[in-house]
């Protein structure tokens, strides 16, 4: 059974970042078969992952929408959308990727929706470790995947803003009945001056920090991928410090 760590949080605070070095992690530490999935459309973890990107589920929905009289011979359209997906999964040295993105055409997709969901639960059973880095409005995450995970991981950053944010998102998924089987919150760009009865008011429990590493931030200046991280990179330390409660099934 897939273990799944989702990511949530406001955009830009290191969502995409922490999922590939959690992948990295993961991967180094020779836990299990590792499919990363990128539920943002409009980002880049496959950059961030070092991955040259071909097809997304958003394309396959657009192919199968704008012609779905047109199945090779002896197919159903349910094994046809399996077939693609297949297809559009990027296998690497060590993970998988499996990019959402999104469907561009007019029309509505709630057939193909219906199977991709029934597919991602299959899917999801086929690897050990299943990372989702998910775009900041959780709301859209419902249609193609399933809503549930082993730990949803909210990033915040340490402002006073960026923490009221990590509260709103995490009553968000209560009001949407999400399946988290525990939250935590997780600051990144760690700040001793961080108020700390704002991380009680977000009401989730606080797994810890990753500090401000300038390792990372050279990598995204240079469009270099996490494994181009040196392994004595500050957040990656604190990462491994942090692991056991993040990927440690129970
Ligand atoms: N701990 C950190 N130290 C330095 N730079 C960081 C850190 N975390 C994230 N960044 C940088 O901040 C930017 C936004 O991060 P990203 O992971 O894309 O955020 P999100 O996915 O939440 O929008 C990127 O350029 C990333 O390299
Ligand atoms: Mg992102």
Redesign the pocket.
Known sequence: MGYIIALA????????????LIVRALKEKKLGSILAIDA?PN??LGD?LGVKQADNIGAIIDNISAAPEQLPAGMTKERFIQHQVQAAIQEEEGFDLLSMGKPEGPGCYCYVNNVLRGLMIKLINDYDYIIV?NE?GLEHLSRRTCRCADILVV?SDATSVGLKSAKKIIELTKALKFEFKKSRLLV??FNENIQKERIKETGLEYLGS?????G??Q??LLGKSVFDLKSDAP?LKSLNLLGEQIWKRN
């Open positions: 949080g406001k955009g830009g605070t290191g969502k995409t970042t922490i999922a590939a943002d980002s880049n961030v880095d900041a990033v990144n760009r990753l500090p401000v590493d300038s990372v931030e990598l995204s957040i």
